[in-house]
């Protein structure tokens, strides 16, 4: 096993940093990174906004549900789809792209791209010792985020990056068996078997929990997914994403 491997199986989420910021070469490798990442057609839809200044963090952290490591980190990444550069080349080459950076398709691509990039970033703040949480709270208040951050019409900030120097050490959750998330030829739909993983994921993750709390905790995955999809939230999504431009057609 490699260096890279071992650092991709060692990834724990890290909600407490300490009180130290991240060099300029540091953030810039990390951005370097990112951009490094895939990128459907060479369109790199996505842009990184980077947060160093404390009242817009305690801000952030407040727009995306009071979580205090949005604003306590190294350093705050807000990961966005970035379609915006791409109406100003239509500009630029004489071209009407409207059609085409309204589309869900491109809107799609935007959203991978950003991904993308950020597992890059995430991966290369790992591998210099730092630890890293993806806040996706940033979408609860999607419009006051886009608003605080000055972003223009064709962009959307899709999740942010909390990185910085781990003043904890957390376990490793363990992830859905193998089987279950790999398929080969065709997807298995064998419900009973499907079940069956499932609850035998279920023991695991409550042992996880129950260790990690010393028993005051022992809740199972399937629970929680139950309860958070029997109560939608953000479902005003759909609209302020048109209303940025995106996925009209």
């Known amino acids: 096993m490699n260096t890279t491997i071992e650092t991709l199986l060692s990834h724990r989420s890290i909600r407490k940093f300490q009180d130290k910021a991240l060099t300029e070469e540091q953030i810039k490798t990390i951005v370097e990174c990112a951009q490094a990442a895939s990128t459907s057609s ?3 839809a996505y842009s990184i906004i980077g947060i160093k200044n404390i009242e817009t963090k305690k801000k952030l952290a407040e727009l995306a549900g009071n979580q205090p490591y949005v604003a306590e980190n190294g350093h705050f990444f807000v990961f ?4 915006h550069r791409h109406t100003l080349i239509g500009d630029l080459e004489n071209k009407d792209v409207t059609e085409s950076v309204e589309s869900t398709e ?6 991978i791209d950003a991904a993308l990039a950020a597992q890059n970033a995430t991966v290369a703040a790992e591998s210099l010792g730092l630890g890293i949480c993806y806040i996706g709270g940033l979408r609860t208040n999607i419009k006051e985020v886009t608003e605080l951050l000055h972003l223009p019409a064709n962009t959307i900030p899709l999740f942010g990056l909390a990185v910085g120097y781990p003043a904890q050490d957390t376990a490793i959750k363990p992830r859905l068996p193998y089987q279950h998330i790999y398929h080969e030829e065709s997807y298995q739909a064998d419900e009973t078997t499907y079940k069956k993983q499932l609850e035998e994921y279920n023991q695991t993750i409550s042992a996880y929990y129950h260790e990690r709390t010393q028993g005051k905790r022992a809740d199972t ?3 929680q997914m139950a309860h958070m999809l029997s109560q939608p939230k953000r479902m005003n ?3 302020f994403i048109h209303r940025q431009g995106f996925a009209k057609k």
Not at 80 to 83: E, P, T
Not at 106 to 111: R, S
């Open 42 to 44: 060479f369109i790199q």
């Open 106 to 111: 491109k809107f799609m691509v935007a959203v």
């Open 80 to 83: 966005c789809a970035d379609l």
């Open 221 to 223: 995955w399937s629970s």
């Open 237 to 239: 999504m759909k609209d």
